[in-house]
């Protein structure tokens, strides 16, 4: 079992609709939880990052944090093709540790 | 702030040349960088971690012989290719962490495409 567990898609989904991109972990030492957006054949971007459990949110971005059920999940509100791109979790544990693991990515498509 | 470069952003080489590959932190110094590669469709595959001053630590797996890293200044890290054959062709990714009390966030370059024929 990989430590970070993400689904590839693509998730194909209308202009417009709320999406909901999701993680799984086992590590329960995790504590930082990251969002990055990569677009095609660019360096990924940090969206978000929250420590611990909990819900942050960003403009039409909300992470929530899990540690429970070690999930997390990325609500893209009123999706637009702009956010057309795939979007990677990643997290890291205490420690002075700051190399996280990422999952693989999930590949989102918000058509007009 | 935070913006991370890499130069080139594509290269071709021959099999059998070195290729190097910059990485520069612009507006913030960057104690440790950090090298990664990317197949298609893939998750970033974390190569080697890169720390000012001294000798990188590889991850499992990676020839550090064949993936030199030089991290000269608290700015600039490289990542020189030997020997290039086209299985090391790929898309590598850098990235430096802004230490901002152990939050744990990296910020990416843009990444460099690297063809080897």
């Known amino acids: 079992q990989k430590e970070v567990e993400q689904d590839p898609g693509p998730l194909s989904v209308p202009e417009g609709a709320i999406v909901s991109l999701n993680c799984t972990y086992s590590?329960?030492?995790?504590?930082?939880f990251m969002w990055y957006r990569q677009y095609s054949r660019k360096g990924p971007e940090l969206l978000m990052y929250?420590?611990?459990?909990g819900n942050k949110e960003d403009g039409r971005f909300t992470a929530q944090v899990d540690k429970s059920s070690k999930y997390i999940s990325l609500f893209i509100r009123d999706s637009q093709p702009s956010d057309s791109a795939t979007y990677l979790c990643?997290?890291?544990?205490?420690?002075?540790?700051?190399?996280?693991?990422f999952g693989r990515g999930t590949s989102l498509i918000v058509h007009p | 702030g935070a913006v991370v470069s890499q130069h080139p952003s594509w290269v071709i080489c021959k099999s059998g040349t070195s290729v190097k590959i910059e990485c520069r932190s612009l507006d913030f110094q960057a104690t440790t960088m950090f090298w990664y590669r990317q197949f298609p469709k893939q998750s970033l595959m974390l190569m080697a971690t890169?720390?000012?001053?001294?000798?990188?630590?590889?991850e499992q797996g990676v020839e550090k012989d064949k993936f030199l890293i030089n991290h000269a200044s608290l700015t600039l890290s490289t990542l020189t290719v030997t020997s290039a054959h086209p299985e090391d062709s790929s898309f590598y990714i850098c990235?430096?962490?802004?230490?901002?009390?152990?939050?744990?966030?990296?910020?990416f370059g843009p990444g460099t495409r690297l063809t080897v024929t």
């Open positions: 890169s720390n000012e001053g001294s000798k990188a630590t590889y």
């Open positions: 929250t420590y611990s459990s």
């Open positions: 590590n329960s030492a995790f504590q930082y």
């Open positions: 990235s430096a962490t802004l230490t901002t009390g152990g939050l744990g966030e990296q910020y």
């Open positions: 990643a997290m890291s544990a205490t420690g002075g540790s700051y190399i996280p693991t």
